[in-house]
């Protein structure tokens, strides 16, 4: 089998797949691994189209020769650079990392309350995990910047 015999089915079976699983996202419906098979799979999806153009490059480039085809790219090439843009007021973080941060520079004995704990019991586990921190501090300051620590202490906050 020649790469042109697997483009069109790659392009098409791909397709299907970041369909379904988008339209699941869509609607919250998705489950299982759907939203894993959309994010990386969509990889598979990226590579079968590039496949595709480039076994059927005379085609492809005809496209951009042609006005109606070039304002129809157009139109998607601006709407992904509007999709850049964040509504006024709006945060473009997601709910769970604005969550997150809000944890993470709250005082100490909110953190403690909120994660059922006193804070001298919340103080002792983030000492014994090697995670220096006083009660007047916060975990941000206690954790660093790297996300891959605030986790980790965030872990360890709500582990029982």
């Not at 299982?32 to 079968?48: S, T």
């Not at 650079?81 to 941060?101: E, N, R, T, W, Y």
């Not at 709250?106 to 000492?127: E, F, I, M, S």
């Not at 921190?133 to 206690?142: H, T």
Request: hydrophobic share 50%; no cysteine; glycine share 8%.
């Amino acid at each position: 089998m020649t790469y042109r015999d697997w483009a069109t089915p790659l392009t098409i079976g791909s397709f299907l797949l970041i369909a379904a699983t988008g339209v699941l996202m869509f609607f919250h419906l998705d489950s299982g691994l759907n939203k894993f098979a959309h994010e990386w799979l969509g990889w598979v999806m990226l590579a079968a189209v590039g496949l595709h153009a480039v076994m059927h490059i005379k085609s492809f480039k005809r496209y951009f020769t042609r006005p109606d085809a070039l304002v129809v790219i157009g139109i998607f090439i601006a709407l992904l650079a509007a999709s850049f843009i964040s509504p006024a007021g709006k945060s473009d973080k997601p709910p769970h990392i604005l969550v997150m941060q809000a944890v993470l520079d709250a005082p100490l004995p909110q953190v403690a309350a909120l994660a059922g704990k006193d804070t001298q019991t919340l103080l002792a586990q983030l000492q014994t995990a090697g995670i220096a921190v006083e009660s007047g501090q916060n975990l941000r300051s206690a954790s660093g910047p790297e996300r891959a620590t605030q986790m980790k202490v965030l872990g360890i906050v709500f582990t029982r």
